[in-house]
């Protein structure tokens, strides 16, 4: 599943090709996604210039002058640039045109994703209003975390990808980030420092730049608005590794299961 470094990357990827361009043509092949297209969809952005885009969690918000259009890519999705003329494949869902020929194509085979218009402050939309900040909010630091996280059993790992306590720390992010902080996932998050949380903070922020430095994770599913995989998975200390020795202390790798993930530590490194 892309997690919040491929959607930036995507976004960084294609807003140069669309940013103040208008819309000439809207097609969608298919609205049954994981909620159904509006009907109207072709009627609000014909004519209308994309002004800009922004990523808020694993939402990518494309804006014009009325309203947002907000895509999230579900599963296996993925957003791309042709050209007009080009031929739609099985799964290539919605087609936003421009008048140079530009083409914003979505794709998605597994129809998790979703595209929908939004009038009004995106923010206060019911799938966006419960977010916690971005990680690299001036808002998230170890102090929040630590406020944040008192009075919580449940595993430090659980409370790291709660979406309401910061988003876009998927379960790559969460493992590799803890590694880092010698900190063991199943913890309860109740029971970690002041100290602990600054470490975790940090790393959360660093894994992410680096993972958006190198275009993503590469997943079976995913590849860059380019058709490019990221290359983010080379760099992974525990992720994927079960039963590998540690890369910093050569102890194999223990794999557990939190929240139905897999999760993946080194018992030596991290306390």
Request: one cysteine or more; glycine letters at 10%; aromatic letters at 8%.
């Amino acid at each position: 599943m892309p997690e919040l470094p491929e959607v930036v990357v995507t976004l960084r990827g294609l807003m140069p090709h669309v940013a103040g361009k208008q819309v000439s043509k809207v097609t969608v092949r298919e609205s049954r996604l994981r909620w159904p297209i509006p009907g109207d969809l072709a009627e609000q952005l014909s004519g209308q210039v994309l002004i800009d885009g922004r990523q808020r969690a694993k939402y990518l918000l494309f804006q014009f002058a009325h309203g947002h259009l907000m895509i999230h890519l579900g599963m296996s999705g993925n957003l791309r640039i042709v050209q007009s003329g080009t031929a739609p494949a099985k799964h290539d869902h919605v087609d936003i045109g421009f008048c140079d020929g530009t083409v914003l194509r979505f794709t998605d085979p597994r129809r998790f994703g979703s595209v929908l218009w939004l009038v009004g402050e995106p923010e206060q939309h019911k799938l966006l209003r419960h977010l916690g900040p971005e990680p690299f909010d001036s808002e998230f630091d170890g102090d929040y975390l630590y406020r944040q996280s008192r009075g919580k059993s449940l595993s430090v790992k659980q409370f790291l990808m709660d979406n309401r306590v910061v988003v876009g720390v998927g379960n790559i992010y969460a493992n590799e980030s803890l590694f880092l902080s010698g900190i063991r996932p199943k913890k309860a998050a109740g029971r970690l420092s002041r100290k602990a949380y600054g470490a975790l903070s940090e790393n959360v922020q660093a894994v992410l730049s680096r993972a958006i430095e190198q275009g993503g994770t590469t997943l079976k599913d995913f590849v860059g608005n380019e058709g490019k995989p990221g290359y983010f998975k080379q760099q992974l200390y525990v992720y994927g590794r079960a039963g590998l020795p540690c890369l910093q202390c050569d102890t194999p790798l223990k794999e557990i299961r939190l929240g139905q993930r897999s999760t993946v530590y080194c018992p030596s490194c991290q306390k």
